[in-house]
């Protein structure tokens, strides 16, 4: 785990996303300047933190299980003076009373615990007639080639077409409010720094097995996608606790 915090530590983005669609998420949720109080869960290092902090008039907890991500944050924090609160703690544990948040985001972490058990879980912790919005990795498609498909099935057993996604979040008590699929550029801008740094962290490691192996993952993984993403992408999907 310590080298794989260093290398994600100081990238801006830790999965596919950028401001532009965290914006158009919360434009469709049009919450205008009600207070709000925020959780941010498997926030990262924080780029849609500080966006979801600039765009509302709300106070925001952003939680992490990796303290060395919350650190990054914390430096943004104290530079911007917003009113953020890091929290390190699991996702799947979390300290809060029930029905204690308007809004509960997260962008590219709850595939960490499964979307099923990552939905049924929050749901707790938002308020009556409260607001989720998660990007989840979906298909596109109902069909698709086999390498794609067995590469998925192997690597997130969640993995599953949109309208099946917005099938569970209904069964699980959810209103749909909108989806939408993130451009392909947000990966590009994700898997970009990854790439450039792939050489000078496997000499800064010593090309360790474990090390070269994760880096090897992550090359698989980016070429799968420039091969297959007409077939899959992160999916916006923005929603209304009944």
Same mark, same amino acid.
């Given at each position: 785990?310590?080298?794989?915090?260093?290398?994600?530590?100081?990238?801006?983005?830790? =999965?596919?996303?950028?401001?532009?669609?965290?914006?158009?998420?919360?434009?469709?949720?049009? %919450?205008?300047?009600? $207070?709000?109080?925020?959780?941010? /869960? !498997?926030?990262?290092?924080?780029?849609?933190?500080?966006?979801?902090?600039?765009?509302? /008039?709300?106070?925001?907890?952003? /939680?992490? &299980? %990796?303290?060395?991500?919350?650190?990054? %944050?914390?430096?943004?924090?104290?530079? #911007?003076? &917003?009113?953020?609160?890091?929290?390190?703690?699991?996702?799947?544990? %979390?300290?809060?009373?029930?029905?204690? &948040?308007?809004?509960?985001?997260?962008? !590219?972490?709850?595939?960490?615990?499964?979307?099923?058990?990552?939905?049924? +879980?929050?749901?707790? &912790?938002? @308020?009556? !007639?409260?607001?989720?919005?998660?990007?989840?990795?979906? *298909?596109?498609?109902?069909?698709?080639?086999?390498?794609?498909?067995? +590469?998925?099935?192997?690597? $997130? #057993?969640d993995m599953d077409t949109i309208d099946n996604k917005l099938q569970q979040l209904k069964n699980n008590g959810y209103r749909i409010i909108d989806c939408f699929v993130l451009p392909n550029y947000c990966w590009t801008h994700y898997y970009e720094p990854i790439k450039n740094k792939e050489q000078a962290f496997l000499e800064? *490691? !010593?090309?360790?097995?474990?090390?070269?192996?994760?880096?090897?993952?992550?090359?698989?993984?980016?070429?799968? $996608?420039? @091969?297959?993403?007409?077939? $899959? =992408? +992160?999916?916006?999907?923005?929603?209304?606790?009944?």
């Amino acid at each position: 785990m310590e080298f794989i915090i260093d290398f994600y530590k100081d990238l801006e983005k830790l =999965g596919p996303g950028d401001e532009g669609q965290t914006k158009k998420a919360l434009e469709i949720l049009n %919450l205008g300047k009600n $207070y709000l109080k925020i959780l941010d /869960v !498997g926030c990262g290092t924080g780029a849609q933190t500080m966006v979801l902090a600039k765009e509302t /008039v709300s106070e925001i907890i952003a /939680v992490d &299980f %990796l303290e060395p991500f919350l650190d990054e %944050l914390d430096k943004k924090i104290k530079k #911007s003076g &917003f009113n953020i609160k890091t929290m390190c703690a699991n996702m799947e544990e %979390l300290p809060f009373e029930d029905k204690t &948040f308007d809004l509960i985001w997260s962008e !590219g972490a709850i595939y960490n615990i499964g979307f099923i058990n990552a939905i049924e +879980y929050l749901k707790r &912790f938002i @308020k009556s !007639g409260g607001y989720m919005a998660v990007t989840e990795i979906s *298909w596109l498609t109902n069909d698709r080639p086999k390498e794609i498909d067995d +590469y998925w099935k192997n690597v $997130y #057993s969640d993995m599953d077409t949109i309208d099946n996604k917005l099938q569970q979040l209904k069964n699980n008590g959810y209103r749909i409010i909108d989806c939408f699929v993130l451009p392909n550029y947000c990966w590009t801008h994700y898997y970009e720094p990854i790439k450039n740094k792939e050489q000078a962290f496997l000499e800064k *490691w !010593g090309n360790k097995k474990e090390v070269v192996d994760f880096i090897n993952e992550t090359i698989i993984e980016r070429e799968l $996608y420039e @091969k297959y993403n007409e077939y $899959y =992408g +992160y999916v916006f999907y923005i929603t209304q606790k009944i």
